[in-house]
């Protein structure tokens, strides 16, 4: 908007000051609000994506089909499934390996005796965890919302979903001329090496299988952990996002990451990466593009904003204009919005 002021400003002030007959026909004829192609300081110069994190999983549960199908709905254009893997090598989607902070797993009585202490990247955690339930066991939990604040008015009424189902949902859009791109994360693909298992080769099969390629869905793959997206590099050329955590919890996990030495098509950042607690730019996103990669920034919320922002919208504004290539948001409705009304 404001190019288009600035456009028609100089419009009018070439008229008064030279009025020659043409030029005063051609301001005649011009649409008031003639369309300026917005410029934008991504690595493409493409318009930003706006990923749904972990669906609208700001109006509904995480990982649910309403979460999923009104993220679609609003526009955004790719959802993120969080997978992890049940005991029988089924993919789900859940943020966190353990179960209790979205499912109603803790009011199961039969599953009582699943809750045990695990030595996590971040320390040790008591919960139930998904990798000791069979799928079948799974269905019987229902998906809560996490955070306080939202509404809990959906608790307790959803399934947990496959990683097919939610690829069936994009499916299902790109059959009706809608196209929606997943950005898939994998999470704690190294506890699945420790005992044996793989992440990788299921969520490549899975996605051969269902023929996303041929169907057109854009796809990234996501994880924290290096070695499993050198493993995925070696065996598909889906583009991979290398996600960053902040400074101390790289050093808790044994990170050391050097923008320089990451081999993905991209980084996906903590907002902290990209602005000051002022609000403030750092150079993280010019550095990042001088390097080639794309910086996709987690996570905007609209009832959590962050530091030096007054609003979500703000907060937007501020990456668009920084010139992310992408952002995680559990409210894609107003990344919309805003990044639709630059
Ligand atoms: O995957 C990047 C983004 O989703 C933020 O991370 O912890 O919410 O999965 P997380
Ligand atoms: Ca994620």
């Known amino acids: ?28 004829v011009a649409p008031a609000e003639a369309p300026v192609a917005k410029t934008w300081n991504t690595l493409t110069g493409e318009r930003p ?11 509904y549960p995480e990982h649910t089909i309403l979460a999923y199908k009104t993220a679609i709905a609003q526009g955004a254009d790719f959802i993120e499934p969080d997978l992890v893997m049940t005991s029988d090598g089924v993919l789900i989607a859940r943020h966190d390996l353990y179960l209790s902070a979205t499912t109603d797993v803790a009011d199961h009585p039969e599953f009582a005796d699943r809750k045990k202490v695990r030595q996590t990247p971040l320390g040790e955690h008591e919960d139930w965890w998904a990798d000791d339930f069979t799928f079948a066991e799974i269905q019987t939990l229902k998906a809560r919302q996490q955070f306080e604040g939202r509404s ?23 059959a009706n001329g809608h196209i929606v791109g997943l950005h898939v994360e994998a999470k704690w693909p ?62 808790m996990m044994g990170l050391d990451y050097k923008l320089e030495d990451i081999p993905t098509a991209g980084v996906g950042a903590d907002v902290s990466y990209v602005f000051n ?30 530091p030096g922002f007054a609003d979500s919208r703000a907060e937007f504004r501020a990456l668009f204009d920084a010139g992310i290539d992408g952002v995680w948001t559990d409210f894609p409705a107003t990344a919309v919005e805003v990044r639709n009304a630059e």
């Open 1 to 28: 908007m404001k190019k288009l002021l600035a456009a028609s400003v100089l419009i009018l002030s070439a008229c008064a000051s030279a009025p020659a007959p043409e030029a005063r026909t051609v301001a005649a």
């Open 277 to 306: 607690k002022d609000g403030t730019r750092t150079d993280f996103v010019d550095r990042a593009h001088a390097l080639g990669l794309l910086v996709h920034v987690y996570t905007v919320r609209d009832d959590r904003p962050d």
């Open 190 to 251: 190294g506890h699945y090496t420790e005992i044996g298992k793989s992440l990788a080769d299921p969520i490549l099969n899975a996605m051969k299988a269902k023929g996303l390629k041929e169907a057109g869905i854009p796809v990234f793959i996501q994880c924290f952990e290096p070695p499993f997206l050198a493993d995925v590099a070696t065996k598909s050329d889906i583009p991979l996002i290398q996600n960053l955590v902040g400074a101390p919890y790289a050093a």
């Open 152 to 174: 809990m008015e959906y608790n307790d009424q959803m399934d947990i979903m496959t990683f097919d189902e939610i690829m069936d949902l994009v499916l299902a859009e790109a």
């Open 49 to 59: 994506i706006v990923i749904a994190h972990r669906g609208a999983s700001g109006l």
